[in-house]
């Protein structure tokens, strides 16, 4: 069963907080969540796709994607790996950034803060990203955060059904 992402704001600690729920085992939902292959056939919310340029899924790691447009049209992002404690915890920082991974200044960076829970076949992600500036909280939800990350997890419920 396809379940809704629940959305909320934490406006005093700048945060946006989701809650997701999966109807699939813990270890398929972390493996979608941490192998490059698998995000990018999901992370993207259509049409745009996700193509991963390098991906080292460990503490002091990186990963660095193209979110590509259907017009062939991409932005660089890339995530810094702080923290994993296997099938529990994902801490990072996620920003914009040129080909080579160098952060482009002009955009927020968003730390984010991600947990997952499985009871009875059913994993919950709970994803709390934090801003520095409510400023940059406003910047990242202008530009579609919300709508467009909802798609993503829409579409890794499609490919936890595939599975």
């Not at 990018?40 to 460990?58: E, L, V």
């Not at 994607?65 to 992002?77: F, Q, R, W």
């Amino acid at each position: 069963m396809k379940r809704d992402a629940i959305f909320s704001r934490d406006l005093e600690h700048k945060k946006i907080i989701v809650n997701r729920s999966f109807d699939a085992e813990l270890d398929l939902v972390w493996e979608s969540w941490t192998s490059g292959p698998l995000l990018d056939r999901w992370w993207a919310p259509k049409p745009y796709q996700t193509i991963t340029k390098s991906m080292d899924f460990t503490v002091g790691g990186k990963w660095i994607y193209a979110m590509v447009g259907p017009e062939g049209d991409a932005s660089m992002c890339r995530v810094d790996y702080s923290n994993i404690i296997p099938r529990q915890i994902i801490e990072s920082t996620a920003g914009f950034c040129d080909e080579e991974g160098n952060l482009n200044p002009s955009f927020p960076v968003m730390n984010w803060h991600q947990r997952f829970t499985e009871s009875a076949g059913v994993t919950e992600v709970i994803v709390e990203i934090r801003f520095e500036k409510l400023a940059d909280m406003q910047v990242i939800i202008e530009m579609g955060f919300q709508e467009g990350f909802a798609m993503g997890l829409s579409n890794l419920d499609d490919l936890l059904y595939l599975r």
